[in-house]
């Protein structure tokens, strides 16, 4: 059928008159257009929901992922990583990061991370204020690192299951602070308390089949709180000055107690040589005396002569400046010199001063 119809008449617009061009059929034209618009729309709306159920049946799992595929709600598969499809409305996937080390703060939280990390202001003291052993209070901050090991029983087993993981991290942390000392909850036994938590927190995770592996967990900072902290300061600067002057004590007494057994070792060696040296002595002396009586009953007087000049010849040259008068003797200076020295001659060159003197005492 054509656009135009011109039965007869020469006007403008047919039956009017004249030869002019035929009025349009604009009901045909709209009606073909709207046939094909229709037409369109059709394959358009069939290529967008085609389009859409295969982006909605495609799915990507990243490398550190796993995806577990669900059927009407069910557990159905787990795919690895890469490109996959499922069935639209009737499949979902979940992606469950399966290499990727996952991280729970307690007692505190990260805001940002970086070379300056940044942490709320905010105090969590109902995570990390626990009661040790010998009834005191301390404040306990760890974090727990773990991944995913069953990404099925992760998802299945265990409703919210990053709420039970905490609360079991926090039991096992309650437990095992209950169990030491305030002291070693500071000090010593922190690396100790990290692993024993560790280990109960995986049989925990086992018992409740979470499908979570513990990797680690680390005691951040434990203090005890900010009420009782500058009481706990005094009593910890008190037991450092007790270990100082215990050293120092310690120093000394190491240093005193050899130097007096050295001392008192010494001492009686000197006795035991003084005691064999007084003994020998007087062994020799004893020794000596039988001899020189043996030789005095031989020969009594010249033993007695001998004797007497032999004790005369020890005695005079320890007595300095001596001086032997003779009773009878009648001249101005009745003395003998026995002390042995020797004046030096006179000068040949006249007689000096204090010459006469030595004459005189030469005399």
């Not at 709207?34 to 085609?50: E, M, Q």
């Not at 996937?93 to 300056?116: M, Y």
């Not at 434990?222 to 008190?238: I, R």
């Not at 070792?265 to 009586?293: C, M, S, W």
Request: charged share 30%; no cysteine; hydrophobic share 35%.
């Amino acid at each position: 059928m054509a656009l135009y119809d011109n039965p007869g008449g020469n006007g403008p617009w047919g039956g009017l008159g004249g030869d002019g061009p035929a009025m349009p059929d604009l009901e045909g034209f709209l009606r073909r257009f709207r046939g094909s618009a229709r037409r369109t729309a059709v394959r358009a709306g069939i290529g967008i929901a085609a389009a859409i159920l295969f982006f909605m049946s495609v799915y990507q799992v990243q490398p550190d992922e796993a995806g577990v595929v669900t059927r009407f709600g069910r557990y159905s598969r787990v795919t690895d990583p890469g490109l996959h499809f499922i069935v639209p409305f009737l499949e979902t996937v979940t992606k469950v990061p399966v290499e990727r080390q996952l991280k729970e703060e307690f007692g505190f939280r990260t805001v940002e991370a970086g070379v300056r990390t940044t942490y709320d202001e905010r105090q969590f003291l109902g995570e990390s204020l626990m009661l040790t052993g010998d009834l005191n209070v301390a404040v306990v901050e760890w974090i727990v690192q773990y991944k995913v090991q069953d990404p099925r029983a992760y998802l299945f087993n265990v409703r919210d299951i990053r709420s039970t993981f905490r609360d079991m991290s926090e039991a096992a942390m309650r437990d095992v602070v209950g169990d030491h000392s305030v002291d070693e909850v500071l000090t010593v036994g922190r690396e100790q308390i990290a692993a024993r938590a560790k280990d109960l927190l995986q049989e925990m995770n086992e018992r409740y089949e979470t499908g979570i592996s513990v990797q680690q967990l680390v005691l951040q900072d434990v203090n005890p709180p900010d009420v009782v902290k500058p009481s706990f300061n005094e009593v910890n600067e008190a037991i450092q000055e007790k270990e100082r002057l215990t050293n120092e004590a310690l120093a000394e007494y190491n240093q005193a107690i050899p130097r007096a057994r050295g001392d008192a070792e010494r001492v009686l060696q000197e006795a035991e040589g003084y005691a064999a040296e007084r003994v020998n002595r007087a062994r020799g002396e004893a020794t000596r005396f039988e001899a020189i009586y043996a030789e005095y009953r031989n020969a009594p007087r010249v033993t007695r002569a001998r004797m007497y000049l032999e004790t005369l010849s020890e005695v005079i040259p320890k007595l300095g400046q001596k001086v032997i008068l003779d009773e009878s003797g009648t001249n101005v200076l009745p003395l003998l010199n026995l002390n042995g020295e020797r004046r030096q001659p006179p000068d040949p060159g006249g007689p000096g001063p204090g010459s006469q003197p030595e004459r005189e005492e030469s005399r």
